[in-house]
């Protein structure tokens, strides 16, 4: 039986907040674009749901009805048993539960004009002037393909040879608030490769543990790991949704492979090291890689647009690493200059909206949209 044939300018493989984004600033631009994902919305989503202002103030839409919690203080914890309390009244987080964030996103880009299509993708093909992707009921041929899904990326997988092997892992699970002996805000805990974290929703909390430095002779987080935390830090047996899931973590190495094929945000592999934050570098990267596509019919300057984008991106990330080697590696020092020096620059700049270049060399890094 032969599958049906469609044609559209760009596709979007992945309908969470890169897909959304890049599809949001194409239809701007009245672009004839297509998403495709495997999963029907609103559909389960591992995350901790925390939106940073600077995440908040680059959506298309507001939060109203969708905002579970602002997080106006924040504890950080390390091995030695203390603890940093940093506050700002602005709010230096707010949460969501990722589940109803990205179904509105994508019902949002769908009212705009996006056509979306429940699907999987088996195989791309590269040609010269385009690119063809074979799903399980369509063949489908586009001028630009962006692969958009995720951490175990499809695209990334039969489309390039880039060998991500996502080794930053991460279990999370949800704790009713009720069945807690201990409260708690927005807080980090820190071990020498990563960290725990507990993110306040409505009735609940998300916790999670994960290791955002690789270490081949250290043993990743386990799912008794995350149930031991929740008893200590929150004095509850009572731990649902357990999940476990990568963090696309390798961006500093992510170059595109042809100028028809894009990758972005955990896709590309965009998420930070410091305190794990992958929607910023989503939501950014799609708006980049479509006003990329946008400002030029050649394809050449498409493909040089994204990567000055994605070298100002790569250095944003390498500080990132380096504040993530430091706060993990040493925590004495992390915690005495969080108390004494950092920490409060810290607080302030991320509640006003600035990334980490910003907030340590008052430079804004990426180029201007």
């Known amino acids: 039986m032969s599958k049906e044939k469609l044609n559209y300018r760009v596709v979007i493989v992945g309908a969470g907040p890169s897909g959304c984004s890049a599809a949001n600033t194409l239809l701007d631009n009245r672009d004839d674009i297509l998403i495709i994902d495997k ?72 009212k705009k004009g996006a056509n979306l299509i429940k699907d999987k993708v088996i195989k791309v093909s590269d040609f010269s002037d385009y690119v063809i992707l074979e799903t399980e009921m369509y063949l489908i041929k586009c001028e630009i ?77 386990k799912k008794n790991d995350l149930v031991a935390f929740v008893k200590d830090e929150l004095g509850s047996d009572s731990l649902e949704n357990i999940t476990g899931f990568p963090i ?38 799609g708006k980049y890689i479509a006003n990329a596509i946008i400002s030029s019919p050649d394809i050449n300057k498409v493909y040089l647009n994204y990567i000055n984008y994605l070298d100002s991106l790569k250095k944003e990330l390498s500080l990132y690493n380096k504040g993530a080697k430091l706060l993990y590696k040493k925590q004495r020092m992390s915690y005495w200059m969080l108390k004494l020096f950092f920490g409060k620059k810290f607080m302030d700049g991320y509640s006003e909206g600035k990334t980490l270049t910003e907030i340590i060399r008052g430079k804004y890094p990426f180029p201007t949209i």
């Open 39 to 110: 999963e029907s919305f609103p559909r389960h989503k591992p995350c901790a749901g925390g939106l940073t202002p600077k995440t908040v103030k680059n959506l298309p839409f507001s939060l109203k009805g969708l905002e579970q919690h602002r997080s106006e203080s924040m504890d950080f914890k390390f091995t030695n048993g203390k603890t940093v309390h940093l506050k700002h009244n602005e709010g230096a987080c707010k949460m969501v539960i990722r589940e109803e964030f990205d179904n509105h996103f994508l019902n949002f880009i769908i």
């Open 248 to 285: 696309g973590t390798e961006g500093v190495d992510y170059v595109p492979q042809s100028e028809r094929i894009y990758l972005i945000g955990d896709a590309a592999g965009l998420a930070e090291t410091l305190l794990g934050e992958g929607i910023y570098n989503a939501v950014m990267s």
């Open 145 to 221: 393909l962006i692969g958009a899904d995720g951490a175990n990326s499809t695209v990334r997988r039969l489309a390039t040879n880039l060998k991500f092997k996502n080794p930053v892992f991460a279990f999370e699970g949800l704790v009713n608030k009720e069945s807690c002996t201990k409260k708690s805000p927005t807080k980090f805990i820190f071990n020498k490769l990563g960290y725990g974290w507990i993110f306040p929703k409505h009735d609940h909390y998300n916790v999670g543990i994960g290791n955002l430095i690789y270490d081949s002779s250290e043993p990743k987080p």
